[in-house]
Every structure is written in structure tokens, then in C-alpha cells.
């Protein structure tokens, strides 16, 4: 009687173990909260720039991740393992501004990694707006079980401070810097030699219309801290003057970019952007300190 009493809770203990493998957990200072149901996982993190951070305000630009190291529980064939991770990024208003719906569906032989780190990694950049506040959802799935993992956290997205605008009835939605050889968003002052940057308006507004058409200026100037002369240009829609720009394209995106050659430069080189309306007085100058390395 006594050895079928034993068997009987050693069976139930094991039953336990696997019908309730699950867990919740929170950082009460990032706000992560993570679900496992079949997986789980060691520590879940945001990093940013290779470092962890309990940062959720991010500058227009930065690009963060939410880290998943050490995750388990997933089924082995040939000793790879299948994760599959979607990502979604969902606006205040509960839209969806982001969607990848499998960040690993190229990985179809699997991965071979202990410990399995897995990350997902998230540019708070257009489609994502600045002044906004959003909501990660990142959720793992095995696709040769039923086990699954889900990180979810709060985020907000901040203008780059490091512009100064001065405006006249011109209002815009975005401003940054973007580098064509890096393919990033800059979120900081500093550039690269030998590389095009380009200085970009989004949403601008305010300019008189004429038949669809308005009619902007554009100049772009620079000097190095030792006031010698790096951009000299008076006017970069001269070309526009009788025919003028569509109003949409303006209020798409308004750019222009430059290409600094290796030399000698002291920094902070000083660039200053002003956007006029040549048909009224609506006018936009934006200023910013670079660093050129």
C-alpha cells in the first residue's frame, strides 16, 4: 500500500512538471513583462548601442533591443532547434505601425548555439513617429513544438534635441540625419568623412500654394570651429523658380546632402539650413553642431 501511495505522487509531481510549465515575470524599472508557456528563459533585456540599458525613452533614430538570453525548452532535431519571432509595434491608438512576422524565417536549417541568445531589434524611426508613445510585443515561437515565449514594454520616442529651429508659419512633422553608406537614421552629432549625409525634413507645411504648386528656397552652410568655410550654398531649389515644386513632394520630404572629402577640419563643424518661401514670408531655419570623425 504504501510503495502504490509513492508512485501514485511521483507520477502526479511529474504531471505537474509538465502540464504548468509557465511563468510571468516583470522589470518594475524597463517595464519588460515576459510569458513563457513551454520555453523559458534566463534574463530578457533592452540594450542599446551593445549595452544593457532600463532606458524606454528613445531619441528619433536610436536603435534598441530587446535581448532574450539564454532561452530554453525548445525541441531538438539533429541538435538545431527552430524559433520563430515576430515583432509588432502598435501606436497609443492600438494601430499597428511595425510588423515582422519572422525575423528567423530565413534560418531554416536551424540554430546550433548554447546558450541560445536570441534578440529583436526595433529603429525608432518612420514608420514610428517622434513625440509618440508605443507598445513592443515580441513573441517566440518553437515550430517544431507548442512551446512559445512572449517580451512586452511601453516606449516612447523623443525629437532629436540636438537641432535648433527657429520657424515662421513653416511647420514640420521630423527632423534628422541620415547617412546613405550606413543606412542608419544618425541619432547623434556625429558623422564620417567620405560618407553621404543627408539633412531631412518631413511634413513640412505653411508655404503659399499656386495651382498645386509651391515655390521654396533652400540654402546650406557650413563652417569648422576655426570659421573657415566647409558648404557655401545660396540656393539648392534655384532650379524651381518658374515652375516650382508639387506641394505633396514638399510635404513628403524636403533634403539636401553632402559629402565631406578627408582633411583637416577642427570640430564642431556648424551647419545652418534655411528654408524660405519665395512666394511669402513663411520660414524655417534649423541649426546643428557636428562632429566629424
Not at 68 to 93: R, S
Not at 166 to 171: D, G, L, Q, Y
Not at 172 to 181: P, R, T
Request: include cysteine; charge should be negative.
Amino acid at each position: 500500500m504504501m510503495r502504490t501511495t509513492i508512485v501514485t505522487i511521483m507520477i502526479l509531481a511529474i504531471m505537474t512538471s509538465c502540464n504548468f510549465s509557465k511563468s510571468v515575470k516583470k522589470d518594475f524599472v524597463s517595464g519588460v513583462l515576459t510569458k513563457g508557456d513551454g520555453l523559458s528563459c534566463e534574463n530578457v533585456y533592452l540594450s542599446l548601442n551593445d549595452q544593457e540599458t532600463k532606458q524606454t525613452t528613445f531619441v528619433y533614430g536610436q536603435k534598441f533591443r530587446m535581448e532574450f538570453d539564454n532561452i530554453a525548452g525548445f525541441k531538438k532535431e539533429n541538435g538545431n532547434v527552430y524559433p520563430g519571432m515576430q515583432v509588432i509595434v502598435l501606436n497609443n491608438a492600438g494601430d499597428t505601425v511595425l510588423l515582422a512576422n519572422d525575423l528567423y524565417s530565413e534560418k531554416t536549417d536551424g540554430l546550433n548555439l548554447s546558450p541560445l541568445l536570441l534578440s529583436a531589434t526595433v529603429t525608432a524611426a518612420s514608420p514610428i513617429n517622434s513625440g509618440g508613445e508605443y507598445i513592443l510585443y515580441v513573441n517566440i515561437w518553437d515550430k517544431k513544438e507548442k512551446g512559445t515565449f512572449t517580451g512586452q514594454m511601453n516606449f516612447k520616442v523623443v525629437p532629436n534635441d540636438l537641432f535648433t529651429v527657429e520657424a515662421n508659419k513653416v511647420t514640420f512633422d521630423e527632423i534628422y540625419l541620415f547617412s546613405l553608406e550606413r543606412g542608419i537614421v544618425i541619432p547623434d552629432n556625429k558623422i564620417k568623412f567620405n560618407e553621404n549625409i543627408y539633412l531631412i525634413l518631413e511634413g513640412v507645411t505653411g508655404f503659399k500654394e499656386e495651382t498645386g504648386m509651391v515655390f521654396p528656397g533652400l540654402s546650406l552652410k557650413a563652417s569648422d570651429d576655426a570659421n573657415n568655410v566647409i558648404l557655401d550654398n545660396d540656393d539648392l531649389f534655384a532650379d524651381y523658380n518658374e515652375s516650382g515644386l508639387s506641394l505633396l513632394d514638399l510635404h513628403s520630404q524636403v533634403s539636401t546632402h553632402f559629402l565631406l572629402n578627408a582633411g583637416e577640419l577642427k570640430n564642431p563643424m556648424h551647419c545652418e539650413l534655411v528654408l524660405w518661401d519665395k512666394k511669402s514670408d513663411a520660414r524655417l531655419t534649423v541649426k546643428t553642431d557636428l562632429i566629424v570623425e
